[in-house]
């Protein structure tokens, strides 16, 4: 796995949603020998402030998430004031911290990202986790999440929109302890579109999730 870290899930076909309006997909984005996903234009603006994550959406008993000390997070997803949008964004945050836990504890089947997706957006959570044990590797670094646009309906379902920043978060070996540093290139910054449902616990977990590496929408 000598390449910048993989980016989430494999491109899958989205529902209809306000926010977006999606293309062909392809597969896992810059997975070990695998090619880039696609994804048509997304509404991404906003303005960064405190991460919604500060308030919790439900009472329901979430999954702890413990992380190593180098990997950290820049979340610039201000909160919206609407109590179901401001849900959706801190579900989903907890989802990628869950992700990232799993691979630094090499679990495929890990309960804390399973707590978050569902269907396909879990197998494909549990295809980009087995890639980081398979090479015996982790994510080590900075990520940051900008440029979200979150949509939530009357129904229980939602779209989010997002760009993530790659270009200070790396793969590190386990055995070695050595970081695969790449350098910046336009691919180091992808864009996320996914679809959530609030489950019966009232936690938003994600179903299907697409990206675009190299994106023009999230390039500084």
Known sequence: ??????????????????????????????SPGKGDDQIAGADTSSEPSASPS????SQTERPEIELPADVTYKFEWGKTGDPAKDAVLHDAEQRIRAVDMAIAEQDPLHKAYRFYSEGEAAAGSEKYIQDF?????RTTGVTRY???????????????VYC???????????????????????????LYASTLRKNSNGVWVTEQLVSERGSTKCQP
């Open 1 to 30: 796995m000598n390449r910048r870290r993989p980016t989430l899930l494999a491109a899958l076909t989205l529902t209809a949603t306000a926010a977006l309006t999606l293309s062909a997909c392809g597969s896992d984005d810059d």
């Open 54 to 57: 500060e308030s919790v959406p």
């Open 133 to 137: 044990v398979d090479h015996e590797a």
């Open 146 to 160: 900008y440029k979200e646009s979150v949509n939530a309906k009357d129904d229980g379902t939602a779209s989010l």
């Open 164 to 190: 993530e920043d790659q270009s200070k978060s790396f793969n590190k070996f386990l055995k070695t302890g050595k970081t695969d540093v790449t350098p910046v290139t336009k691919d180091s910054y992808v």
